[in-house]
């Protein structure tokens, strides 16, 4: 695909109706003593992480299950691991109900069989409906009579039909839940142009917005292929690396700059933050490649140190 424009680069960047449909925790008040361990949980279904507290004794092992309020109802969580934090600036951290017994994940696993059914079953209902939505996922919370349907959409969906044809099948508490594409990302998971699994999924789920901004910062060449992930979206490593080139950028003289140096004036051809190395030509067409940390701003005009 060839290089496009700004105002077409731009619809990769999320809307701020993506931004709000990210699928969260409830969140609470504790009051925690400073000695008591914070763990952080994962759920299954979104793939999302949270912070919660154990209050029943003893150390929750990474790896374990325990039941955990969410915004659903109670479910189960997988304990990745303690963490570090200032417990009081935290006001999401949710409290652990206790650890997941046999019975429980007996149930869970009947649970994911019957999933498979119910995303069948819908996407039959959604297509007889003449809907235009797109299921994602569905899960069956653990301790509650409510079954979730993850869908995106372009728009808004009046799918108030499609939820009594499923309360009609199910007999349970039915609720959808529009998502964004990014959201559907990191719950479908997958490889991507790294070759790794998505950062979204494995690395961090907190999907911070990603701006055009983060791309020229980094001057990444504007081609929606290398700059968009398999979301459509521009890649989350953009804001990842962000800041160090933030940082970077004002340390050295960027592209087209004059630079002072052996009594003349050259002028930045290429700048290179990844190796540090900065290169100029000069009015006779000389060419020198300098080490960023040679580079010193005096006067707001840039020089090469002495």
């Keep these: 695909m060839s290089d496009i424009e700004d105002d077409d680069i731009s619809l990769l960047e999320d809307s701020p109706e993506e931004r709000d449909t990210i699928v969260i925790v409830s969140k609470g008040e504790e009051t925690i003593a400073s000695d008591m361990p914070v763990y952080r949980l994962r759920l299954s279904y979104s793939h999302e992480t949270f912070l919660a507290i154990y209050r029943g004794g003893g150390v929750l092992a990474t790896g374990s299950m325990v039941v955990v309020p969410t915004r659903y109802g109670k479910d189960l969580a997988k304990v990745i691991g303690p963490v570090r934090c200032n417990k009081r600036c935290v006001s999401d951290i949710v409290c652990i109900e206790r650890p997941a017994t046999r019975e429980d994940l007996d149930r869970a696993e009947a649970n994911r069989a019957m999933e498979e059914d119910a995303l069948q079953i819908c996407r039959e209902k959604i297509r007889a409906h003449r809907l235009d939505m797109k299921l994602v996922h ?169």
Excluded at 161 to 171: A, I, Q, S
Excluded at 177 to 196: P, S, Y
Excluded at 205 to 229: E, Y
Excluded at 253 to 265: K, L
Aim: proline share 2%.
């Design 138 to 306: 569905v899960h069956f919370l653990l301790e509650e009579s409510k079954i979730l349907f993850f869908f995106t959409a372009e728009s808004r969906v009046d799918f108030r039909d499609l939820v009594k044809d499923l309360v009609g099948v199910f007999r349970t508490r039915i609720e959808l839940r529009q998502i964004g594409v990014r959201d559907e990302a990191r719950i479908v998971c997958g490889l991507g142009i790294c070759g790794r699994g998505y950062c979204c999924n494995t690395v961090s789920d907190k999907l911070k917005p990603v701006s055009i901004k983060m791309a020229k910062d980094q001057n990444l060449s504007f081609n929606s292929m290398k700059i968009s992930g398999p979301c459509g979206r521009l890649l989350c490593c953009l804001s990842y690396e962000h800041n160090f080139y933030s940082e970077q950028v004002r340390l050295v003289p960027q592209t087209g700059a004059r630079v002072s140096h052996n009594n003349g004036t050259w002028t930045v051809t290429e700048v290179n933050l990844i190796t540090g190395q900065v290169r100029m030509n000069d009015s006779d067409g000389r060419s020198v490649t300098l080490p960023s940390n040679r580079f010193e701003r005096v006067d707001n005009r840039w020089q090469v140190k002495r």
